[in-house]
């Protein structure tokens, strides 16, 4: 029977599984030398056909919380599905060596995450560009603009900070911030003190699985 | 509606649930490994490959975009979906 596949965890036997999975469904661990994988049998017609696949999403992130709160997880994009546990062994042991390497980098450590709207200030807020050069202008403006933001809080919160990385999404700029476990309510602390302009809608949110921090750059 | 799970925190000036809902469903969706392959599930005798799945959460991503940024465009124009 196919399986959807959770996270990967180190092995270890203090972990507390979760009751239920993905529509109540039992969750098993198929474990590879020292890592460990949480999965749960799974009828792919849930997701494709009559249940609503954001209720089943939330129950997939009730999980992957539920662990993150014990231990270092990396997790995999809901839904990933494979023929079965033997399928799920395969994948494991081709990739136990990096799945090993980063769940001892971050055993300790969460990911924190703000999200920044990319608008110019509302001084500098030009109508519609006339001209290719005047976008590519504009756009240069809210980049800066952004990257101003985003260093304050990279400055608020950098004592806590193990790492940093931000990109560009089609939402604005999202910073990620990897910080031990224990610091994540101070970073949310020291955050939430940072004065931005409003137009920025500044969203910090966490802890997550440190999904942006696997591998080193 | 499903409550997001307590233990995560969001901490915005304009909280709301419905946002709180997306932060999470962008995170399952979008985060994490992904594994490619060819694998075929197959439905009420219907082989469907795993692409089939990757369009519906495509389309899931692009609503949650759209939701977010209401005036990128017509959901047509937007690239198919991230994928780390």
Same mark, same amino acid.
Request: aromatic share 0%.
């Given at each position: 029977m196919p399986v959807l596949a959770y996270c990967i965890t180190e092995t270890q036997p203090e972990i507390t599984v979760p009751q239920a999975g993905v529509r109540g469904t039992a969750i098993e661990i198929v474990r590879v030398e020292d890592l460990q994988c949480f999965a749960s049998q799974f009828d792919p017609q849930d997701v494709v056909g009559k249940a609503p696949i954001q209720e089943a999403a939330l129950d997939f992130n009730r999980v992957l919380q539920d662990l993150l709160q014990q231990v270092a997880i990396i997790p995999f994009r809901f839904p990933t599905i494979l023929t079965d546990e033997t399928a799920l062994s395969q994948f494991l042991t081709e990739h136990r060596t990096e799945y090993r390497e980063a769940l001892l980098r971050l055993r300790n450590c969460v990911q924190m995450e703000i999200l920044l709207k990319m608008q110019t200030s509302p001084n500098s807020r030009a109508s519609s560009p006339k001209s290719g050069a005047e976008y590519l202008r504009g756009r240069q403006a809210q980049h800066q603009y952004a990257d101003n933001i985003a260093a304050r809080f990279r400055e608020a919160a950098e004592p806590l900070v193990k790492q940093w990385r931000h990109r560009e999404t089609a939402a604005g700029i999202r910073c990620f911030a990897l910080v031990d476990r224990s610091d994540a309510p101070a970073f949310l602390r020291q955050t939430k003190g940072v004065s931005v302009p409003p137009e920025s809608e500044p969203r910090v949110t966490g802890p997550w699985p440190a999904s942006e921090f696997l591998k080193e750059q | 509606m499903p409550q997001p799970s307590e233990d995560l925190v969001i901490a915005s000036a304009d909280l709301d649930q419905e946002m709180t809902l997306l932060d999470i469903l962008d995170h399952v969706l979008n985060a994490g490994v992904v594994i490619r392959g060819s694998l075929v599930i197959s439905l009420a005798g219907v082989d469907l490959v795993f692409l089939g799945l990757d369009v519906v959460l495509t389309s899931v991503e692009t609503a949650m975009r759209h939701m977010r940024? =209401?005036?990128? *465009? =017509? =959901? *047509?124009a937007s690239p198919k979906g991230s994928q780390r």
């Open positions: - | 940024l =209401p005036d990128v *465009g =017509p =959901p *047509g």
